[in-house]
């Protein structure tokens, strides 16, 4: 049988013999019973300098089922966290001629071409800016020397506006596709730890590594990617998107458009209007940045505890 227990205090320095004999403790067991053993949630406490502690879940399998009722920390488990498989994005494999455009290699035109592609559909994506091993030169250019790329820098190109941050993945949104996205980042390089840690962090060289074997694996998958080709109006045919413009002369045409611009494509919401296109404003956040040392930033989270493995 398996089971989860939550809200486990867990210090720094706890082993995990420790770990287990605690869980044995909470569920009135000997620690022999327990067969399997394996963190699925973590976040840290910090509020008290004198007791940094990880708050945890983690889920366990006995031989014989626990009588009940359960501690109030316990509870059933049918379905691994770690494993858990979130809703199919696609309920059928759409017809291989279906061919569909999508404009934008960030987030959003990644995992739709991921997606699309690994569904079966015919996929073009196409990128204004530049792969991201050359673009991240051009915004060493740009920080060191002032040059700016206007399609290559840190709003265009592959990976989109959020490449060249330090990979955070916090969200407010509860949505049943977030442990798709977490495991495709796994599938993609990054650290199973993101799959339980309450505040998963990527970090920007690793994320350069993802987005860059994304990339491959959608060229071995057939997808038609390409850089330097931004897209300046739509095709329309009897009032529907048909195709795309782009920059050079050339026309494309697909069966679907996807538009995956990011927020700083004023030149395609400029082109979007002159067609006619219905857009509404949405309301935005503004964050202030404000950068200190890491060092001093460490020792006022964590006080003695600054330098801990573990932190």
Same mark, same amino acid.
């Given at each position: 049988m398996r089971y989860t227990i939550t809200n486990l205090a867990v210090a720094l320095d706890d082993d995990d013999t420790t770990i287990r004999q605690r869980i044995a403790d909470a569920?009135?067991?000997?620690?022999?019973?327990?067969?399997?053993?394996?963190?699925?949630?973590?976040?840290?406490?910090?509020r008290k300098k004198r007791n940094i502690h990880h708050v945890c879940s983690y889920e366990f399998t006995l031989d014989q089922p626990l009588?009940?009722?359960?501690?109030?920390?316990?509870?059933?488990?049918?379905i691994s966290a770690l494993n858990a498989t979130t809703p199919e994005i696609f309920t059928r494999n759409p017809n291989r001629q279906q061919h569909v455009i999508i404009v934008g290699a960030g987030p959003a035109g990644l995992f739709a071409a991921l997606h699309l592609a690994e569904a079966g559909a015919q996929v073009t994506l196409l990128e204004r800016g530049k792969p991201v091993e050359q673009?991240?030169?051009?915004?060493?250019?740009?920080?060191?020397?002032?040059?700016l790329n206007p399609e290559s820098n840190i709003c265009f190109g592959e990976g989109g506006a959020g490449t060249y941050t330090d990979g955070k993945l916090y969200t407010r949104i509860k949505h049943p596709f977030l442990r798709n996205v977490l495991h495709t980042l796994v599938r993609f390089g990054a650290k199973p730890d993101i799959l339980i840690d309450a505040h998963p962090?990527?970090?920007?060289?690793?994320?350069?590594?993802?987005?860059?074997?994304?990339?491959?694996?959608?060229?071995?998958?057939?997808?038609?990617?390409r850089f330097e080709s931004r897209v300046d109006d739509l095709v329309l045919a009897q009032g529907r998107a048909v195709g =795309?413009?782009?920059?050079?002369?050339?026309?494309?045409?697909?069966?679907?458009?996807?538009?995956?611009?990011?927020?700083? $494509?004023?030149?395609?919401?400029?082109?979007?209007?002159?067609?006619? =296109?219905?857009?509404?404003?949405?309301?935005?956040?503004?964050?202030?940045? $404000?950068?200190?040392?890491? $060092?001093?930033?460490?020792?006022?989270q964590f006080g003695r505890h600054v330098g801990h493995p573990k932190l």
């Open positions: 569920i009135g067991q000997s620690v022999d019973k327990i067969k399997q053993c394996q963190c699925v949630r973590r976040a840290l406490d910090a009588k009940e009722p359960l501690p109030p920390q316990v509870r059933r488990t049918e673009r991240m030169r051009d915004i060493g250019r740009l920080r060191s020397r002032g040059e962090h990527l970090g920007t060289d690793k994320l350069i590594r993802i987005v860059r074997n994304i990339r491959l694996h959608l060229l071995q998958l057939g997808v038609d990617y =795309v413009q782009l920059h050079d002369g050339e026309t494309l045409h697909g069966d679907q458009i996807i538009l995956a611009t990011g927020h700083s $494509a004023r030149d395609t919401f400029a082109a979007l209007k002159r067609r006619g =296109v219905q857009m509404q404003a949405k309301p935005f956040a503004v964050g202030v940045r $404000a950068e200190h040392p890491q $060092a001093l930033i460490d020792q006022i």
